[in-house]
């Protein structure tokens, strides 16, 4: 059984960093790309970042472009994502996905993603 969990959201001040893990069990994390979606208040779940099987290839969304940093780590089936600079426009439930192939395929659709976790809250404030 393939299990997704989600850490490290919380409070922030705008302007603050959090930084986000996803831990996945049950899955040879490194035969698949992964992301990171996340849903605000009223608003469609959207795509914001991904990142291939091996690493080296990466997709941000404009509105994170230069802010986040998307990262993995599949020794530990573990993802990252280092969000700097957070914006109160920032503040949704953050939740990562597992691809069902090795490879992002921009745009970011919800369909291309098999396993997904319970999502981490993140808030910011202005």
């Not at 989600?6 to 302007?15: F, I, K, L, R």
């Not at 831990?23 to 608003?43: C, D, E, H, I």
Request: proline share 2%; aromatic share 12%; glycine share 12%.
């Amino acid at each position: 059984q393939v299990q997704v969990v989600e850490s490290g959201g919380g409070s922030v001040q705008a302007g603050g960093s959090l930084r986000l893990s996803c831990t996945v069990s049950g899955l040879r994390l490194g035969n698949y790309a992964m992301g990171w979606f996340r849903q605000a208040p009223g608003k469609e779940r959207e795509g914001i970042s991904c990142i291939a099987w091996h690493g080296g290839s990466t997709y941000y969304t404009d509105s994170v472009k230069g802010r986040f940093t998307i990262s993995r780590d599949n020794a530990k089936s573990t993802l990252y994502l280092q969000m700097n600079t957070l914006e109160f426009e920032d503040t949704a439930m953050y939740y990562c996905a597992v691809h069902s192939g090795s490879w992002c395929d921009p745009p970011m659709r919800s369909s291309d993603y098999h396993y997904w976790g319970q999502g981490t809250r993140v808030t910011v404030s202005s």
